[in-house]
Nanobody
Framework: QVQLVESGGGLVQAGGSLRLSCAAS????????MTWYRQAPGKQRELVAT???????NYADSVKGRFTISRDNARNTVYLQMNSLKPEDTAVYYC??????????????WGQGTQVTVSS
């Protein structure tokens, strides 16, 4: 089993910054893609940023140039540095990790979500 623990959300004024973390523990052989999603009230969950095992990244157009995703493989942790925050970034942020066990089985695991609120 794998457990994910998210942290770093909170309330910030527009233009401010926050750093989210998502740490995985448990039976982990390797972690492939690490992804941040967000879901605002009344809206569908949307992909924010992905970082693959080789380090390549992808971002939603709405966050390009403001958010940076990174990973620490030794700590099984993914980060999301969010700068120049806007009220429209307000949402619950979730991490999702693609985890391989030693038998080459791949499963997706989700974090519990962390609230980010940006005031105008």
């Amino acid at each position: 089993q794998v457990q994910l623990v998210e942290s770093g959300g909170g309330l910030v004024q527009a233009g401010g910054s926050l750093r989210l973390s998502c740490a995985a523990s448990g039976t982990i052989f390797s972690i492939n893609a690490m992804t941040w999603y967000r879901q605002a009230p009344g809206k569908q969950r949307e992909l924010v940023a992905t970082i693959r095992s080789g380090g390549t990244t992808n971002y939603a157009d709405s966050v390009k140039g403001r958010f940076t995703i990174s990973r620490d493989n030794a700590r099984n942790t993914v980060y999301l540095q969010m700068n120049s925050l806007k009220p429209e970034d307000t949402a619950v942020y979730y991490c999702k990790l693609e985890v391989d066990d030693r038998w080459n089985n791949r499963n997706n695991y989700w974090g519990q979500g962390t609230q980010v609120t940006v005031s105008s």
